[in-house]
């Protein structure tokens, strides 16, 4: 499987080659344990995303419905409000919820400020597309330095990059911190299925996915399962079905089949 492989890869990879990073830092557990991890710096991984394979670990069980709910919220909805996303059916952002029952001016709230003439930074990639396919300016930005005071989080996944070449649409994604246990998994299957709904919504066909990582991580107490976890996987592929056209209700749509995980107990804590 694609991504399976490319996962085994990263794993393995901060496991031999990464720093451990301890003393003063930021992030803790739920119990209040300083969150040590082990770090490489610079990373970079594409996945041919012309075929209809989800990019989904089959190591353990991935949560692929909460995944595109979350997509939905924030580049459909383009909503920063905790509430709606939990109606939804995902419950991703909610240690992050603040009094106001948003997490800021993040995410959703900076996908949906208006760029250039469109009313939007999705419709202005889609409008790109569709308009001035030769552009190198079609691009996503979400790290806004005057918001980010104003965010209950600063943005891991923040950038995204859109080149039309010979009928095929690549997305490349910029990720500035990578939390490899947990963030990962959802992240590169939620820009797969964005990678075609826009592909579709521009009557394109998908190239490459890219993916860039500047800091990827594994925590101290995720190490040890997650190098035994990737040594197995599935033996059958997932296989992604967009649903009906258009982006409207996109979350309703989505569906995976033959999805076979590994019926195993990992359990990864969350690093605030």
């Known amino acids: 499987m694609l991504f ?4 085994r890869k990263l794993v393995e990879y901060i496991c031999e080659k990464g720093e451990m990073v301890e003393g003063k830092v930021r992030t803790v557990y739920a119990d209040g344990t300083p969150a040590y991890y082990k770090q490489v710096v610079g990373y970079q991984f594409r996945l041919d995303n012309s075929g209809k394979e989800a990019f989904l670990i089959t190591s353990r069980k991935a949560a692929w419905k909460s995944s595109i709910r979350e997509l939905y919220w924030i580049w459909y909805l383009q909503s920063n409000n905790v509430d709606e996303l939990v109606d939804l059916g995902c419950k991703f952002w909610n240690e992050w919820k603040q009094e106001d029952g948003t997490i800021g001016k993040a995410y959703g709230y900076q996908i949906g400020k ?57 997305l ?11 963030g990962l998994v959802a992240n590169v299957f939620q820009y797969q299925v964005l990678h075609k709904l826009v592909a579709r ?14 800091n990827a991580h594994i925590y101290d107490r995720h190490l040890e399962d997650l190098q035994k976890q990737v040594r197995e996987t599935g033996t059958e592929k997932p296989i992604l079905d967009l649903g009906e056209e258009g982006l409207e209700n996109f979350h309703q749509k989505v569906t ?17």
């Open 256 to 272: 995976i089949e033959n999805y076979k995980p590994l019926e195993n107990n990992y359990k990864y804590e969350v690093a605030i």
């Open 4 to 7: 399976d492989e490319e996962y």
């Open 114 to 170: 208006k760029t250039f003439q469109y009313k939007s930074q999705l419709d202005y990639v889609i409008g790109e597309i569709k308009n001035n396919p030769n552009s190198r300016r079609i691009l996503t930005e979400i790290w806004v330095p005057e918001d980010l005071d104003k965010m209950a989080l600063t943005p891991c996944v923040h950038l995204t990059q859109w080149t039309v070449l010979n009928g095929k649409l690549y």
């Open 172 to 182: 490349e994604v910029r990720q500035r911190s990578c939390d490899v246990a947990l």
């Open 201 to 214: 919504e521009c009557n394109l066909n998908c190239g490459d996915l890219i993916w860039t990582i500047h």
